[in-house]
């Protein structure tokens, strides 16, 4: 099984370039999905997921 990430050390800034990038992958999944068959059908969940989880770093309290 995989390791979660840790975005606790990652700069504001640097948390939402990658919510805005991973964002744009979900796009572009959702197209792709309607126009061609995807081979990873799990992909946009596990995209939902990871913004979930960078917007849950940047709404936590710094101190703990």
Do not use: Y
């Not at 999944?29 to 770093?57: W, Y």
Request: hydrophobic content about 30%.
């Amino acid at each position: 099984m995989k390791k979660q990430e840790d975005f606790s050390k990652l700069s504001d800034a640097e948390i939402q370039k990658e919510v805005i990038a991973t964002r744009e992958k979900l796009r572009q999944f959702r197209f792709s999905q309607v126009t061609t068959r995807t081979k990873n059908v799990k992909e946009g969940s596990l995209l939902k997921k990871r913004i979930a989880r960078l917007l849950t770093t940047t709404n936590k309290p710094k101190n703990a």
